[in-house]
Every structure is written in C-alpha cells, then in structure tokens.
C-alpha cells in the first residue's frame, strides 16, 4: 500500500482528525485523575477511567480491523496501558509494551528538536536562508530555516511523486540516499510562495536532516544517539543505517494493503476488496522489513510505546532544548488552515487540541503520541495495520476516542 504518513501527508490528515476530536477540549490548570474527574480552571473536567479507556481501545482496535495494538495513558495519579492482538498474522505472540515498532512522522520532532538545538548553540539561526547550507534549492535565498520547521516553504514533496511509489512497489528493499530524494522534491513545482502557506513536505524534514549532518560533520544516526537518545535514556529508540531494513528484538509485524501506486489517491481499499478484508478472505502484506530509507529525516525511526511516551513529555516540557527556546516553540505553532483553529504546527511539533506531539505513519505502522503540559496527560497508541482498509489511520483513531473520553467533546 501507499507510502503514507511520510509519503502523501496521511500524518497531516491524522493531525486533523485528533485537531477536530480535541479542539473543544478543556483547558487550564488541575492534573487528571485515574478513574475520577479533575476540575479545570475553565470548569470542564478531565476524566480518566482505566476501564473505560482500555475498552474503548479495545473496541477501536477491533472496529479498525488491526491485528496488534497497544496504548498508554499518563497522568499525575498513574498509568493506564493496554494492548491488544498479536504481533504477526496467524502467529500467536501477543503484542507487547515492549514490542519496536516503526514511528514514521514521529521522527520529525526528533530532527526538529536537533536543530533547535544547533540554534541554541548558535550554530545555525532560524532566519538562515536556506541557500546558505544548500545552493541547489530553488528559491533558497528566499526560504528560511524556519520556514521549513514550519511546512510553510511552498516545497514540493517527494513522497507524492509517482517515481518514488512506483519504486517503491517494484523495489522495496532499495536503498536511497537522501540527496535523490530531495532532488525528487526539489524538482516539484512549488506549492506556493515561502511563507505564504502550509503544505506537509517531506522534503523539508530531509533537507533539515542533511544541513544537521552538514554541520555536525556526522551522520544523523550519530546526532540523534548523542544529543537524544542517550541524554534522554531511549534505550529502546533507534535511528538504522540506510542499509539496515531489520527490526530489534522484540518487534511488531506490520502489514499493509494493496500498493503504493493504487493508493496514492485514496488509502480506501475499493469496495470488493474492502469486502474482503472486513471477511478474512484478503490478507495484508507484510512490510516489515522494507528498506525505511526512503523516509529518512522524515520518517525512519524506531521506538516503543514507553520510549514514544517519555520522549513525547521531553518534547513537551522541553527537557532536551531548555525552557527559553521551549517556550518559543510552543509559542510556534499556528493553524494549518485559515477557516480552522485546530490543528496546529509549528517548529516540527503539531498541537492538537492541549496536546503537543505529532502522529506517524510508515506502510503498516501507525503511531501517535501527544502530550499535554498543562493536565500533565501522556497518551500514546501504535498499530500494526496501517491504514485501516477503510481508509483511517487506526492509532490516530483510537487516541482520539481516548482523548474524547477523557476530555469531552
């Protein structure tokens, strides 16, 4: 099936969906409370009931025809986490909490997180136009570094480009270096003029990740190991070489269906075979171990789900950036849409309602983690079936159910 998350922008669809579910969240001070209900200052309540959160995951998980989930909610007062299926069709292995699975989009905090770093230091700035680092990017004197933080430098996006399905189809275990992925995107007719709107590009993350690697003279497996993962204590959070297609010990299968080309239009599986997926009759592909490379900077981690909830908190409270810089990137985010309050983005982090943190997509994974700072709420969910044959992005779905639960609507 399609590249999506990374490759369309279905991370993008996803931020809307939990950006419509949360935008009539409440807001304001308290902490929630396991199976109670804590005051606001805006009066609503944010209620937290362990059994009432495990089965609506349990029901989202079945209704979105996956075969292994899992969720983690965190408040002040404890943790709820759940799991569900196993981690392979027709295996017996139940899924996990310390199962890997691919995190997809999630990676782009991570390379944003990097280059506020390299600001902090004082070693690139915000306003640096892009030619600077990159002569070959058309318009580059005229796009900032910012800007491509933001989605806001009108770059074309090389995950939609018929090319890279096509190849991805007919040569799965590939190896891509990252310079012909962004000469895909670069060759795109612009979406619009720097600063002028906002369009999820791939494009953008990569070029960060090789201005990253430009500066830090290193590889950007090397970066992310000694400025996040360490420092952070992600044992479980890795960022593979080009070549390494493999997963660590103990993984989820993912699976997928139908094909990168046929669905690059609609991740809905056509009637018939949306028939057959709901019966049984039709079995998803396995894409676990094709080549990530092609989602780089944008897309090619791996973690658990307590890894994608202790660095979600990170990117949340800003423990790997410092508070001055935090503040300004949470202060970063803007609507993704005029007409629309919600969601937001900003400096390679999406808000979604009260929760800052982004959701992933690769062929068959599915993640999103969010974070709320002020109710002090962690909720993560993965999946291994990506998208859901209907079309909907199965963790995404279900993190929205858990944050209505909690929330209100």
């Not at 007719?189 to 690697?213: Q, R, V």
């Not at 803007?334 to 629309?340: C, H, L, S, V, Y």
Request: hydrophobic share 40%; net charge negative.
């Amino acid at each position: 099936m399609a590249a999506v998350g990374v490759r369309r922008g279905a991370a993008a669809a996803a931020l809307v969906v939990i950006g419509l579910i949360a935008s009539g969240c409440a807001g304001g001070g308290g902490s929630g409370a396991v199976a109670s209900p804590s005051a606001t200052a805006g009066g609503h309540a944010v209620t937290v009931d362990a059994g009432a959160l495990r089965a609506k995951f349990t029901a989202g998980a079945t209704d979105l025809g996956v075969l292994g989930a899992a969720m983690l909610v965190r408040t002040p007062r404890g943790e709820i986490t759940a799991t569900y299926g196993v981690t392979q069709l027709r295996g017996t292995t139940p899924v996990s909490l310390d199962d890997h699975v691919r995190i997809g989009s999630n990676t782009k905090t991570m390379t944003g997180t990097v280059i506020l770093q390299l600001v902090q230091e004082g070693r690139l700035a915000l306003e640096d136009k892009v030619a600077k680092y990159r002569p070959d990017v058309p318009n580059g004197r005229n796009i900032t570094i910012e800007q491509l933080l933001t989605m806001r430098s009108g770059l074309g996006n090389y995950t939609a480009t018929l090319a890279l399905n096509q190849a991805l189809d007919t040569q799965p275990q590939r190896v891509w270096n990252p310079e012909e992925l962004v000469a895909m995107g670069l060759a795109e007719p612009p979406a619009f003029a720097p600063g002028d709107g906002w369009y999820y590009s791939n494009t953008n993350t990569l070029l960060l990740g090789l201005i990253a690697e430009q500066i830090e003279q290193k590889p950007l497996a090397q970066i992310f190991q000694e400025r996040l993962f360490t420092p952070l204590g992600l044992k479980g959070t890795s960022y593979p070489e080009p070549a390494d297609a493999s997963m660590p010990e103990p993984y989820s299968h993912g699976y997928m269906y139908s094909t990168n080309v046929d669905t690059m239009d609609s991740n809905v599986l056509p009637p018939d075979m949306l028939e057959q997926a709901k019966a049984g009759t039709l079995a998803p592909t396995d894409t676990t171990n094709l080549n990530p490379s092609w989602a780089g900077a944008a897309g090619g981690a791996i973690s658990t789900i307590r890894d994608l909830a202790h660095w979600v908190e990170a990117l949340g409270t800003g423990a790997a950036i410092g508070p001055t810089l935090q503040k300004e990137r949470l202060d970063s985010v803007q609507p993704t849409r005029a007409d629309k309050p919600d969601p937001q983005y900003g400096w390679a982090i999406a808000k979604m309602g009260p929760f800052y943190g982004h959701t992933g997509e690769l062929p068959g994974y599915n993640s999103f983690m969010g974070y709320d700072p002020v109710q002090k709420v962690t909720v993560v969910v993965w999946a291994n079936v990506a998208p859901a044959p209907d079309g909907r992005a199965p963790a995404t779905t279900i993190a929205a159910t858990l944050i209505k639960s909690m929330y209100g609507g």
